[in-house]
């Protein structure tokens, strides 16, 4: 499932009525009509305590799939100690398709949601005009707004009639359940998500042993719209942001040969995360001063003792969360240079509704792909919300700099109190925050991307993945077997990524395109002008003829450590990375290069329109 397949997509092909769509796992994805994107996923969604998103057993799934384009799936999710058994049916219509799903609890089952979701493109559905229906009488008329909503557009939803810009029209109907819509670009990803269960009512609530819900919702074509292939983006310039990596308490590194390929990657500061015991301080200063590099804090907690060792640490900015404001006026006047810095430790969500402290000199916010959805394609289309997020975020900071980060690639923190977000463990004694593609090409392709994205848009600094170790950028010693490509001192493909681009700080940045659905091109000054090409489309593709010239290197995930070696052949793997010399950072040529990779003739399986936000 990781990589598309030769016909170019990355599920199996399912036609619903009206609809061409995929069946990814056990999903519905991508359904187009008229050459437009209408739906992004239709899917089952089961979220703990914690708004962790629970996955299925494997084991469990089983899967019918008809000549009609009828479409079934068995499967059990566990929720603590007790299980979600359902079964989530597809069936098509003239007009459209209707989607149901029916549940049973095995043992209470404490949930803060589940059930069905539905989600439509924000590329395609921002701005868009619609009807709410409430009940069978009322209705309320609107329009869904450009800029991200910090709350939810819609409530106490039983229908709704939603009219693109330049199409598609569609109407959908919700039974079993009230729904409500909420903006989904708050956490990266690119969606307006319909669901059920209002957040108003209360969470967790409990599904009783042996009881069943059924839920249903249809989704029907009232207009495509005209079919009109979009332009690729025009190129935007901007600086790339100063890259920093980050520690937690107990996860400073301290071997030599992890510092050493840590100094190769050159970071411009070290954010180290501590607690009310000032836990790590120490640690993570003598590391920053070990790479030359200065020293930022995110604070939680204001003892005594942690205002003691934040004056003492020298640090370039702190972010004290949680804290009062006579702790953040007594660290001002303690430490006149410090830079205090707002915003917010979590998700852009919280900056987007709360803003910024009068006070504070920087503002920042936390970047992670899988707050919703962890499988590949959900990770990679997280770039296509990312520049509405940064743009919208830049207009709140106003005048202060903007910090992006930490980046994590499943979530760090608990958002409603910053706890580390590493429990429940896996029965391998993986912690949740660990993620197994963190030493593979898809984190190294993100976050390539990602920094990209966030220098056209303006961001100042971009704390990238964790120093070391299981969540870093090179591999350390673990207390559980790390994932593949994270073996102790181990430079990752990611790493190669932040060396590369950390080499020249605030270097000149044109970026070309970032299309989700087939690769990322941008043009950086380091010393000589480099193309950058990756590959998001997650599969083996060939080299533009342009792009075969002396001296294009390729992201070589070799055994012993990714580096960057000589293009040798034609071909490439999923998500490589390519860095081509070239004459301009934005000359016909170079564009040329770049719509070649980003906006090739035949594509995978991306809609007219869709891909390519910045």
């Not at 009062?324 to 707002?342: C, D, I, Q």
């Not at 003829?545 to 390729?554: K, N, P, Y």
């Amino acid at each position: 499932m990781n990589a598309a397949r030769r016909d170019g997509r990355w599920g199996s092909p399912l036609h619903c009525g009206p609809f061409a769509a995929e069946r990814y796992g056990t999903t519905l994805r991508w359904l187009a009509a008229g050459g437009r994107e209408c739906v992004r996923m239709i899917v089952m969604v089961v979220r703990d305590r914690q708004w962790r998103t629970l996955l299925p057993d494997p084991a469990s799934v089983r899967q019918r799939v008809q000549a009609d384009g009828r479409w079934r799936v068995f499967a059990r999710t566990p929720v603590g100690r007790a299980v979600l058994a359902w079964r989530f049916d597809v069936e098509p219509r003239p007009r459209g398709i209707d989607v149901s799903v029916d549940m049973t609890a095995e043992g209470n089952v404490a949930t803060n949601r589940a059930g069905l979701v539905v989600l439509l493109p924000a590329a395609t559905f921002a701005g868009a005009h619609f009807t709410a229906l409430h009940g069978e009488r009322e209705s309320t008329r609107g329009r869904l707004p450009m800029a991200i909503a910090p709350h939810q557009p819609m409530v106490d939803l039983t229908g709704l009639r939603i009219a693109a810009p330049r199409g598609p029209v569609l109407a959908l109907d919700f039974h079993g359940d009230d729904f409500e819509m909420e903006d989904q670009r708050n956490w990266l990803d690119p969606t307006f998500k319909l669901y059920s269960r209002s957040l108003a009512r209360p969470f967790p609530y409990r599904i009783r042993d042996g009881a069943s819900v059924a839920q249903r919702v249809v989704v029907e074509l009232i207009g495509a719209g005209p079919r009109r292939p979009s332009p690729g983006p025009a190129p935007r310039r901007g600086r790339l942001p100063s890259l920093g990596i980050a520690t937690a308490p107990t996860r400073v590194p301290k071997a030599e040969a992890v510092v050493a390929a840590l100094r190769s990657a050159a970071p411009q500061f070290v954010m180290h995360r501590t607690d009310a015991a000032a836990r790590g301080v120490h640690e993570a200063r003598r590391l920053a001063s070990r790479l030359d590099a200065k020293l930022r804090i995110e604070a939680f907690g204001e003892r005594e003792r942690l205002l003691d060792a934040l004056v003492r640490a020298d640090a370039q900015a702190v972010a004290l969360h949680s804290a009062s404001m006579a702790s953040r006026e007594a660290l001002r006047t303690r430490a006149p240079t410090v830079a205090l810095t707002g915003g917010t430790f979590a998700d852009f969500v919280m900056l987007n509704r709360n803003g910024v402290a009068p006070n504070a000199e920087r503002v920042a916010f936390a970047l992670c792909p899988t707050v919703h959805a962890r499988d590949d394609r959900s990770l990679i289309e997280t770039l296509d919300a990312l520049p509405a997020v940064i743009a919208q975020a830049r207009r709140i900071a106003s005048h202060r700099p903007l910090d992006l980060g930490p980046a994590s690639l499943r979530r760090r923190l608990v958002p409603r109190n910053g706890a580390p977000a590493d429990k429940p463990v896996s029965k391998d004694g993986v912690p949740y925050d660990v993620d197994p593609r963190q030493g593979l090409p898809i984190a190294a392709a993100w976050l390539a991307a990602a920094v990209a994205t966030a220098g056209a848009r303006g961001a100042d600094t971009f704390t990238a993945f964790e120093a070391s170790g299981a969540r870093g950028l090179v591999g350390d010693r673990e207390p559980f077997d790390a994932p593949r490509g994270m073996e102790p001192g181990r430079p990752s493909a990611s790493h190669a990524v932040f060396a590369a681009l950390g080499a020249t700080p605030r270097a000149r940045l044109v970026l070309h395109d970032v299309n989700p659905f087939t690769g990322a091109a941008f043009a950086v000054a380091l010393g000589q002008p480099e193309l950058w090409l990756v590959d998001l489309a997650g599969r083996a593709r060939d080299v533009p003829r342009t792009a075969r010239r002396q001296g294009t290197l390729r992201l070589d995930d070799a055994r012993h450590g990714a580096r960057w070696a000589p293009l040798l052949k034609a071909r490439v793997p999923a998500f490589c990375i390519l860095r081509i010399p070239v004459m301009q950072l934005d000359d016909d040529a170079t564009r040329a290069v770049a719509q070649a990779w980003c906006r090739p003739a035949v594509r995978p399986n991306a809609p007219v329109g869709q891909g390519g936000r910045r």
